[in-house]
């Protein structure tokens, strides 16, 4: 094809403009070819700025096609930019995942060395809860291929449309009038996928045909609300209600494409790792206790006529301890034997063979109230005997760490 060629020019020469074009116009002509949404997979990803999501997109479309034809080596051209594109979406785990799937099919591409160290190097930052690290899609992703008719309507959108006006001298016939109206998805295949990056969640709802003028969104703090006429003069709605957590309504944002609708929701409490989309109750507040551990939520919400003492943070396997227990019991005065003298007050002065050190924390820790015999007992045991605080508000936060003294390790055994 004379669109292809000019493409692929394009491409080597990297004015990737107008490689996306002339391969939108090759696809329009031949919405089969498998090497067309391969190469403009690539000019999306080398665009300024590049145009990540609609590269994975062509990506998934090509290996679905390559399957399909049986060839190997096109899937593994395939798998190859798709997994590229994911890395661009900071999907690291996915696009992993992919490049193995690629190694399996093609074990000398050169350039797998070089993207499995990079993103060994992105998930070196992250934790083991990051969503990133997590692996979510499928060898042979669920792309609905289109006919070849819907293929010529959809791609209308990939190809640069001037504006009302003259071309060259010439009156322009592009007008919003003009352009062929897409057919629309029916309610029944109409589907939603989502992912999260560090401070956003981003929702497509894969629906072709979908009114700009006519759609209505409504994005508040704990919902999401999608409403849209159908051609059978019906609406469809998509609502998402509540959400995981809160998110910020003036900084999310939306647009609305031939093939999709993708919503990109601001997390108000950026880090914060959403385990799903929906949630199953009502959203809490950030600051009154979102993210924090469950332990110390049900002590919150406890009865409290079961006179229990609070429940504190721990990453012991055993769960938490009750160290309002462990300190009465360390304190209370052993039972003295038949015949003993009553005179002693102190049981712990005797016992200490005369150590001052031991005798003036046994002092210390006697006299104390019970927030700082509780912080010294937590921070001793936990710091492995390293740490010994009486701040009750800063021990009860969390876990004492080890601090070794200088010069030394602390080892696990």
Not at 309 to 335: E, I, M, Q, R
Not at 359 to 374: E, H, V
Not at 382 to 394: D, F, P
């Amino acid at each position: 094809m004379d669109h292809a060629r000019r493409g692929a020019a394009a491409l080597d020469s990297k004015d990737f403009s107008a490689a996306v074009s002339y391969f939108t116009k090759a696809i329009s002509q031949n919405a089969e070819a498998v090497d067309y949404y391969i190469k403009r997979s690539t000019a999306y990803t080398r665009l300024s700025p590049p145009d990540h999501q609609l590269a994975f997109r062509d990506a998934e479309t090509a290996l679905v096609l390559a399957k399909k034809r049986a060839k190997r080596e096109l899937i593994a051209q395939a798998q190859l930019r798709r997994g590229i594109a994911l890395f661009g979406l900071e999907r690291w785990a996915d696009s992993r995942q992919c490049f193995q799937w690629v190694k399996k099919l093609n074990e000398k591409e050169k350039s797998l060395a070089i993207w499995e160290m990079k993103i060994d190097s992105k998930m070196k930052a992250l934790g083991e809860e990051d969503e990133s690290t997590t692996v979510t899609i499928k060898e042979l992703p669920d792309v609905e291929l289109l006919s070849p008719e819907e293929k010529k309507t959809t791609e209308k959108r990939d190809e640069p449309r001037p504006t009302h006006g003259k071309i060259n001298g010439q009156p322009s016939t592009n007008s919003s009038h003009a352009q062929p109206q897409v057919v629309q998805t029916p309610p029944n295949k109409i589907r939603h996928e989502w992912y999260q990056q560090n401070d956003t969640v981003i929702v497509s709802l894969f629906a072709k045909g979908i009114p700009k003028d006519k759609a209505i969104v409504d994005i508040k703090p704990t919902s999401l609300e999608v409403s849209f006429p159908l051609p059978t003069g019906s609406a469809f709605d998509f609502s998402l209600d509540p959400l995981f957590a809160k998110i910020d309504p003036s900084a999310s944002s939306h647009k609305i494409m031939s093939t999709k609708a993708e919503f990109t929701l601001k997390k108000a409490t950026p880090g914060h790792k959403w385990a799903n989309l929906e949630g199953t109750g009502s959203v809490e507040d950030s600051t009154t206790g979102e993210g924090v551990d469950d332990e110390v939520k049900r002590a919150i919400l406890a009865d409290k006529k079961t006179k229990t003492g609070p429940a504190y943070p721990t990453s012991s396997k055993s769960g938490p301890k009750n160290w309002d227990k462990l300190a009465n019991d360390l304190t209370k005065k052993p039972k003295k034997k038949e015949g003993a003298d009553d005179t002693d007050d102190d049981p712990y002065i005797d016992d200490e063979e005369g150590d001052p050190v031991n005798g003036f924390f046994k002092t210390l820790y006697k006299g104390a109230d019970d927030d700082t015999r509780r912080a010294m007992m937590k921070s001793y045991q936990e710091s492995n005997g390293t740490a010994l605080s009486t701040n009750w508000g800063e021990v009860g936060k969390g876990k004492v760490e080890t601090t070794p003294p200088d010069g030394m390790e602390a080892k696990p055994w």
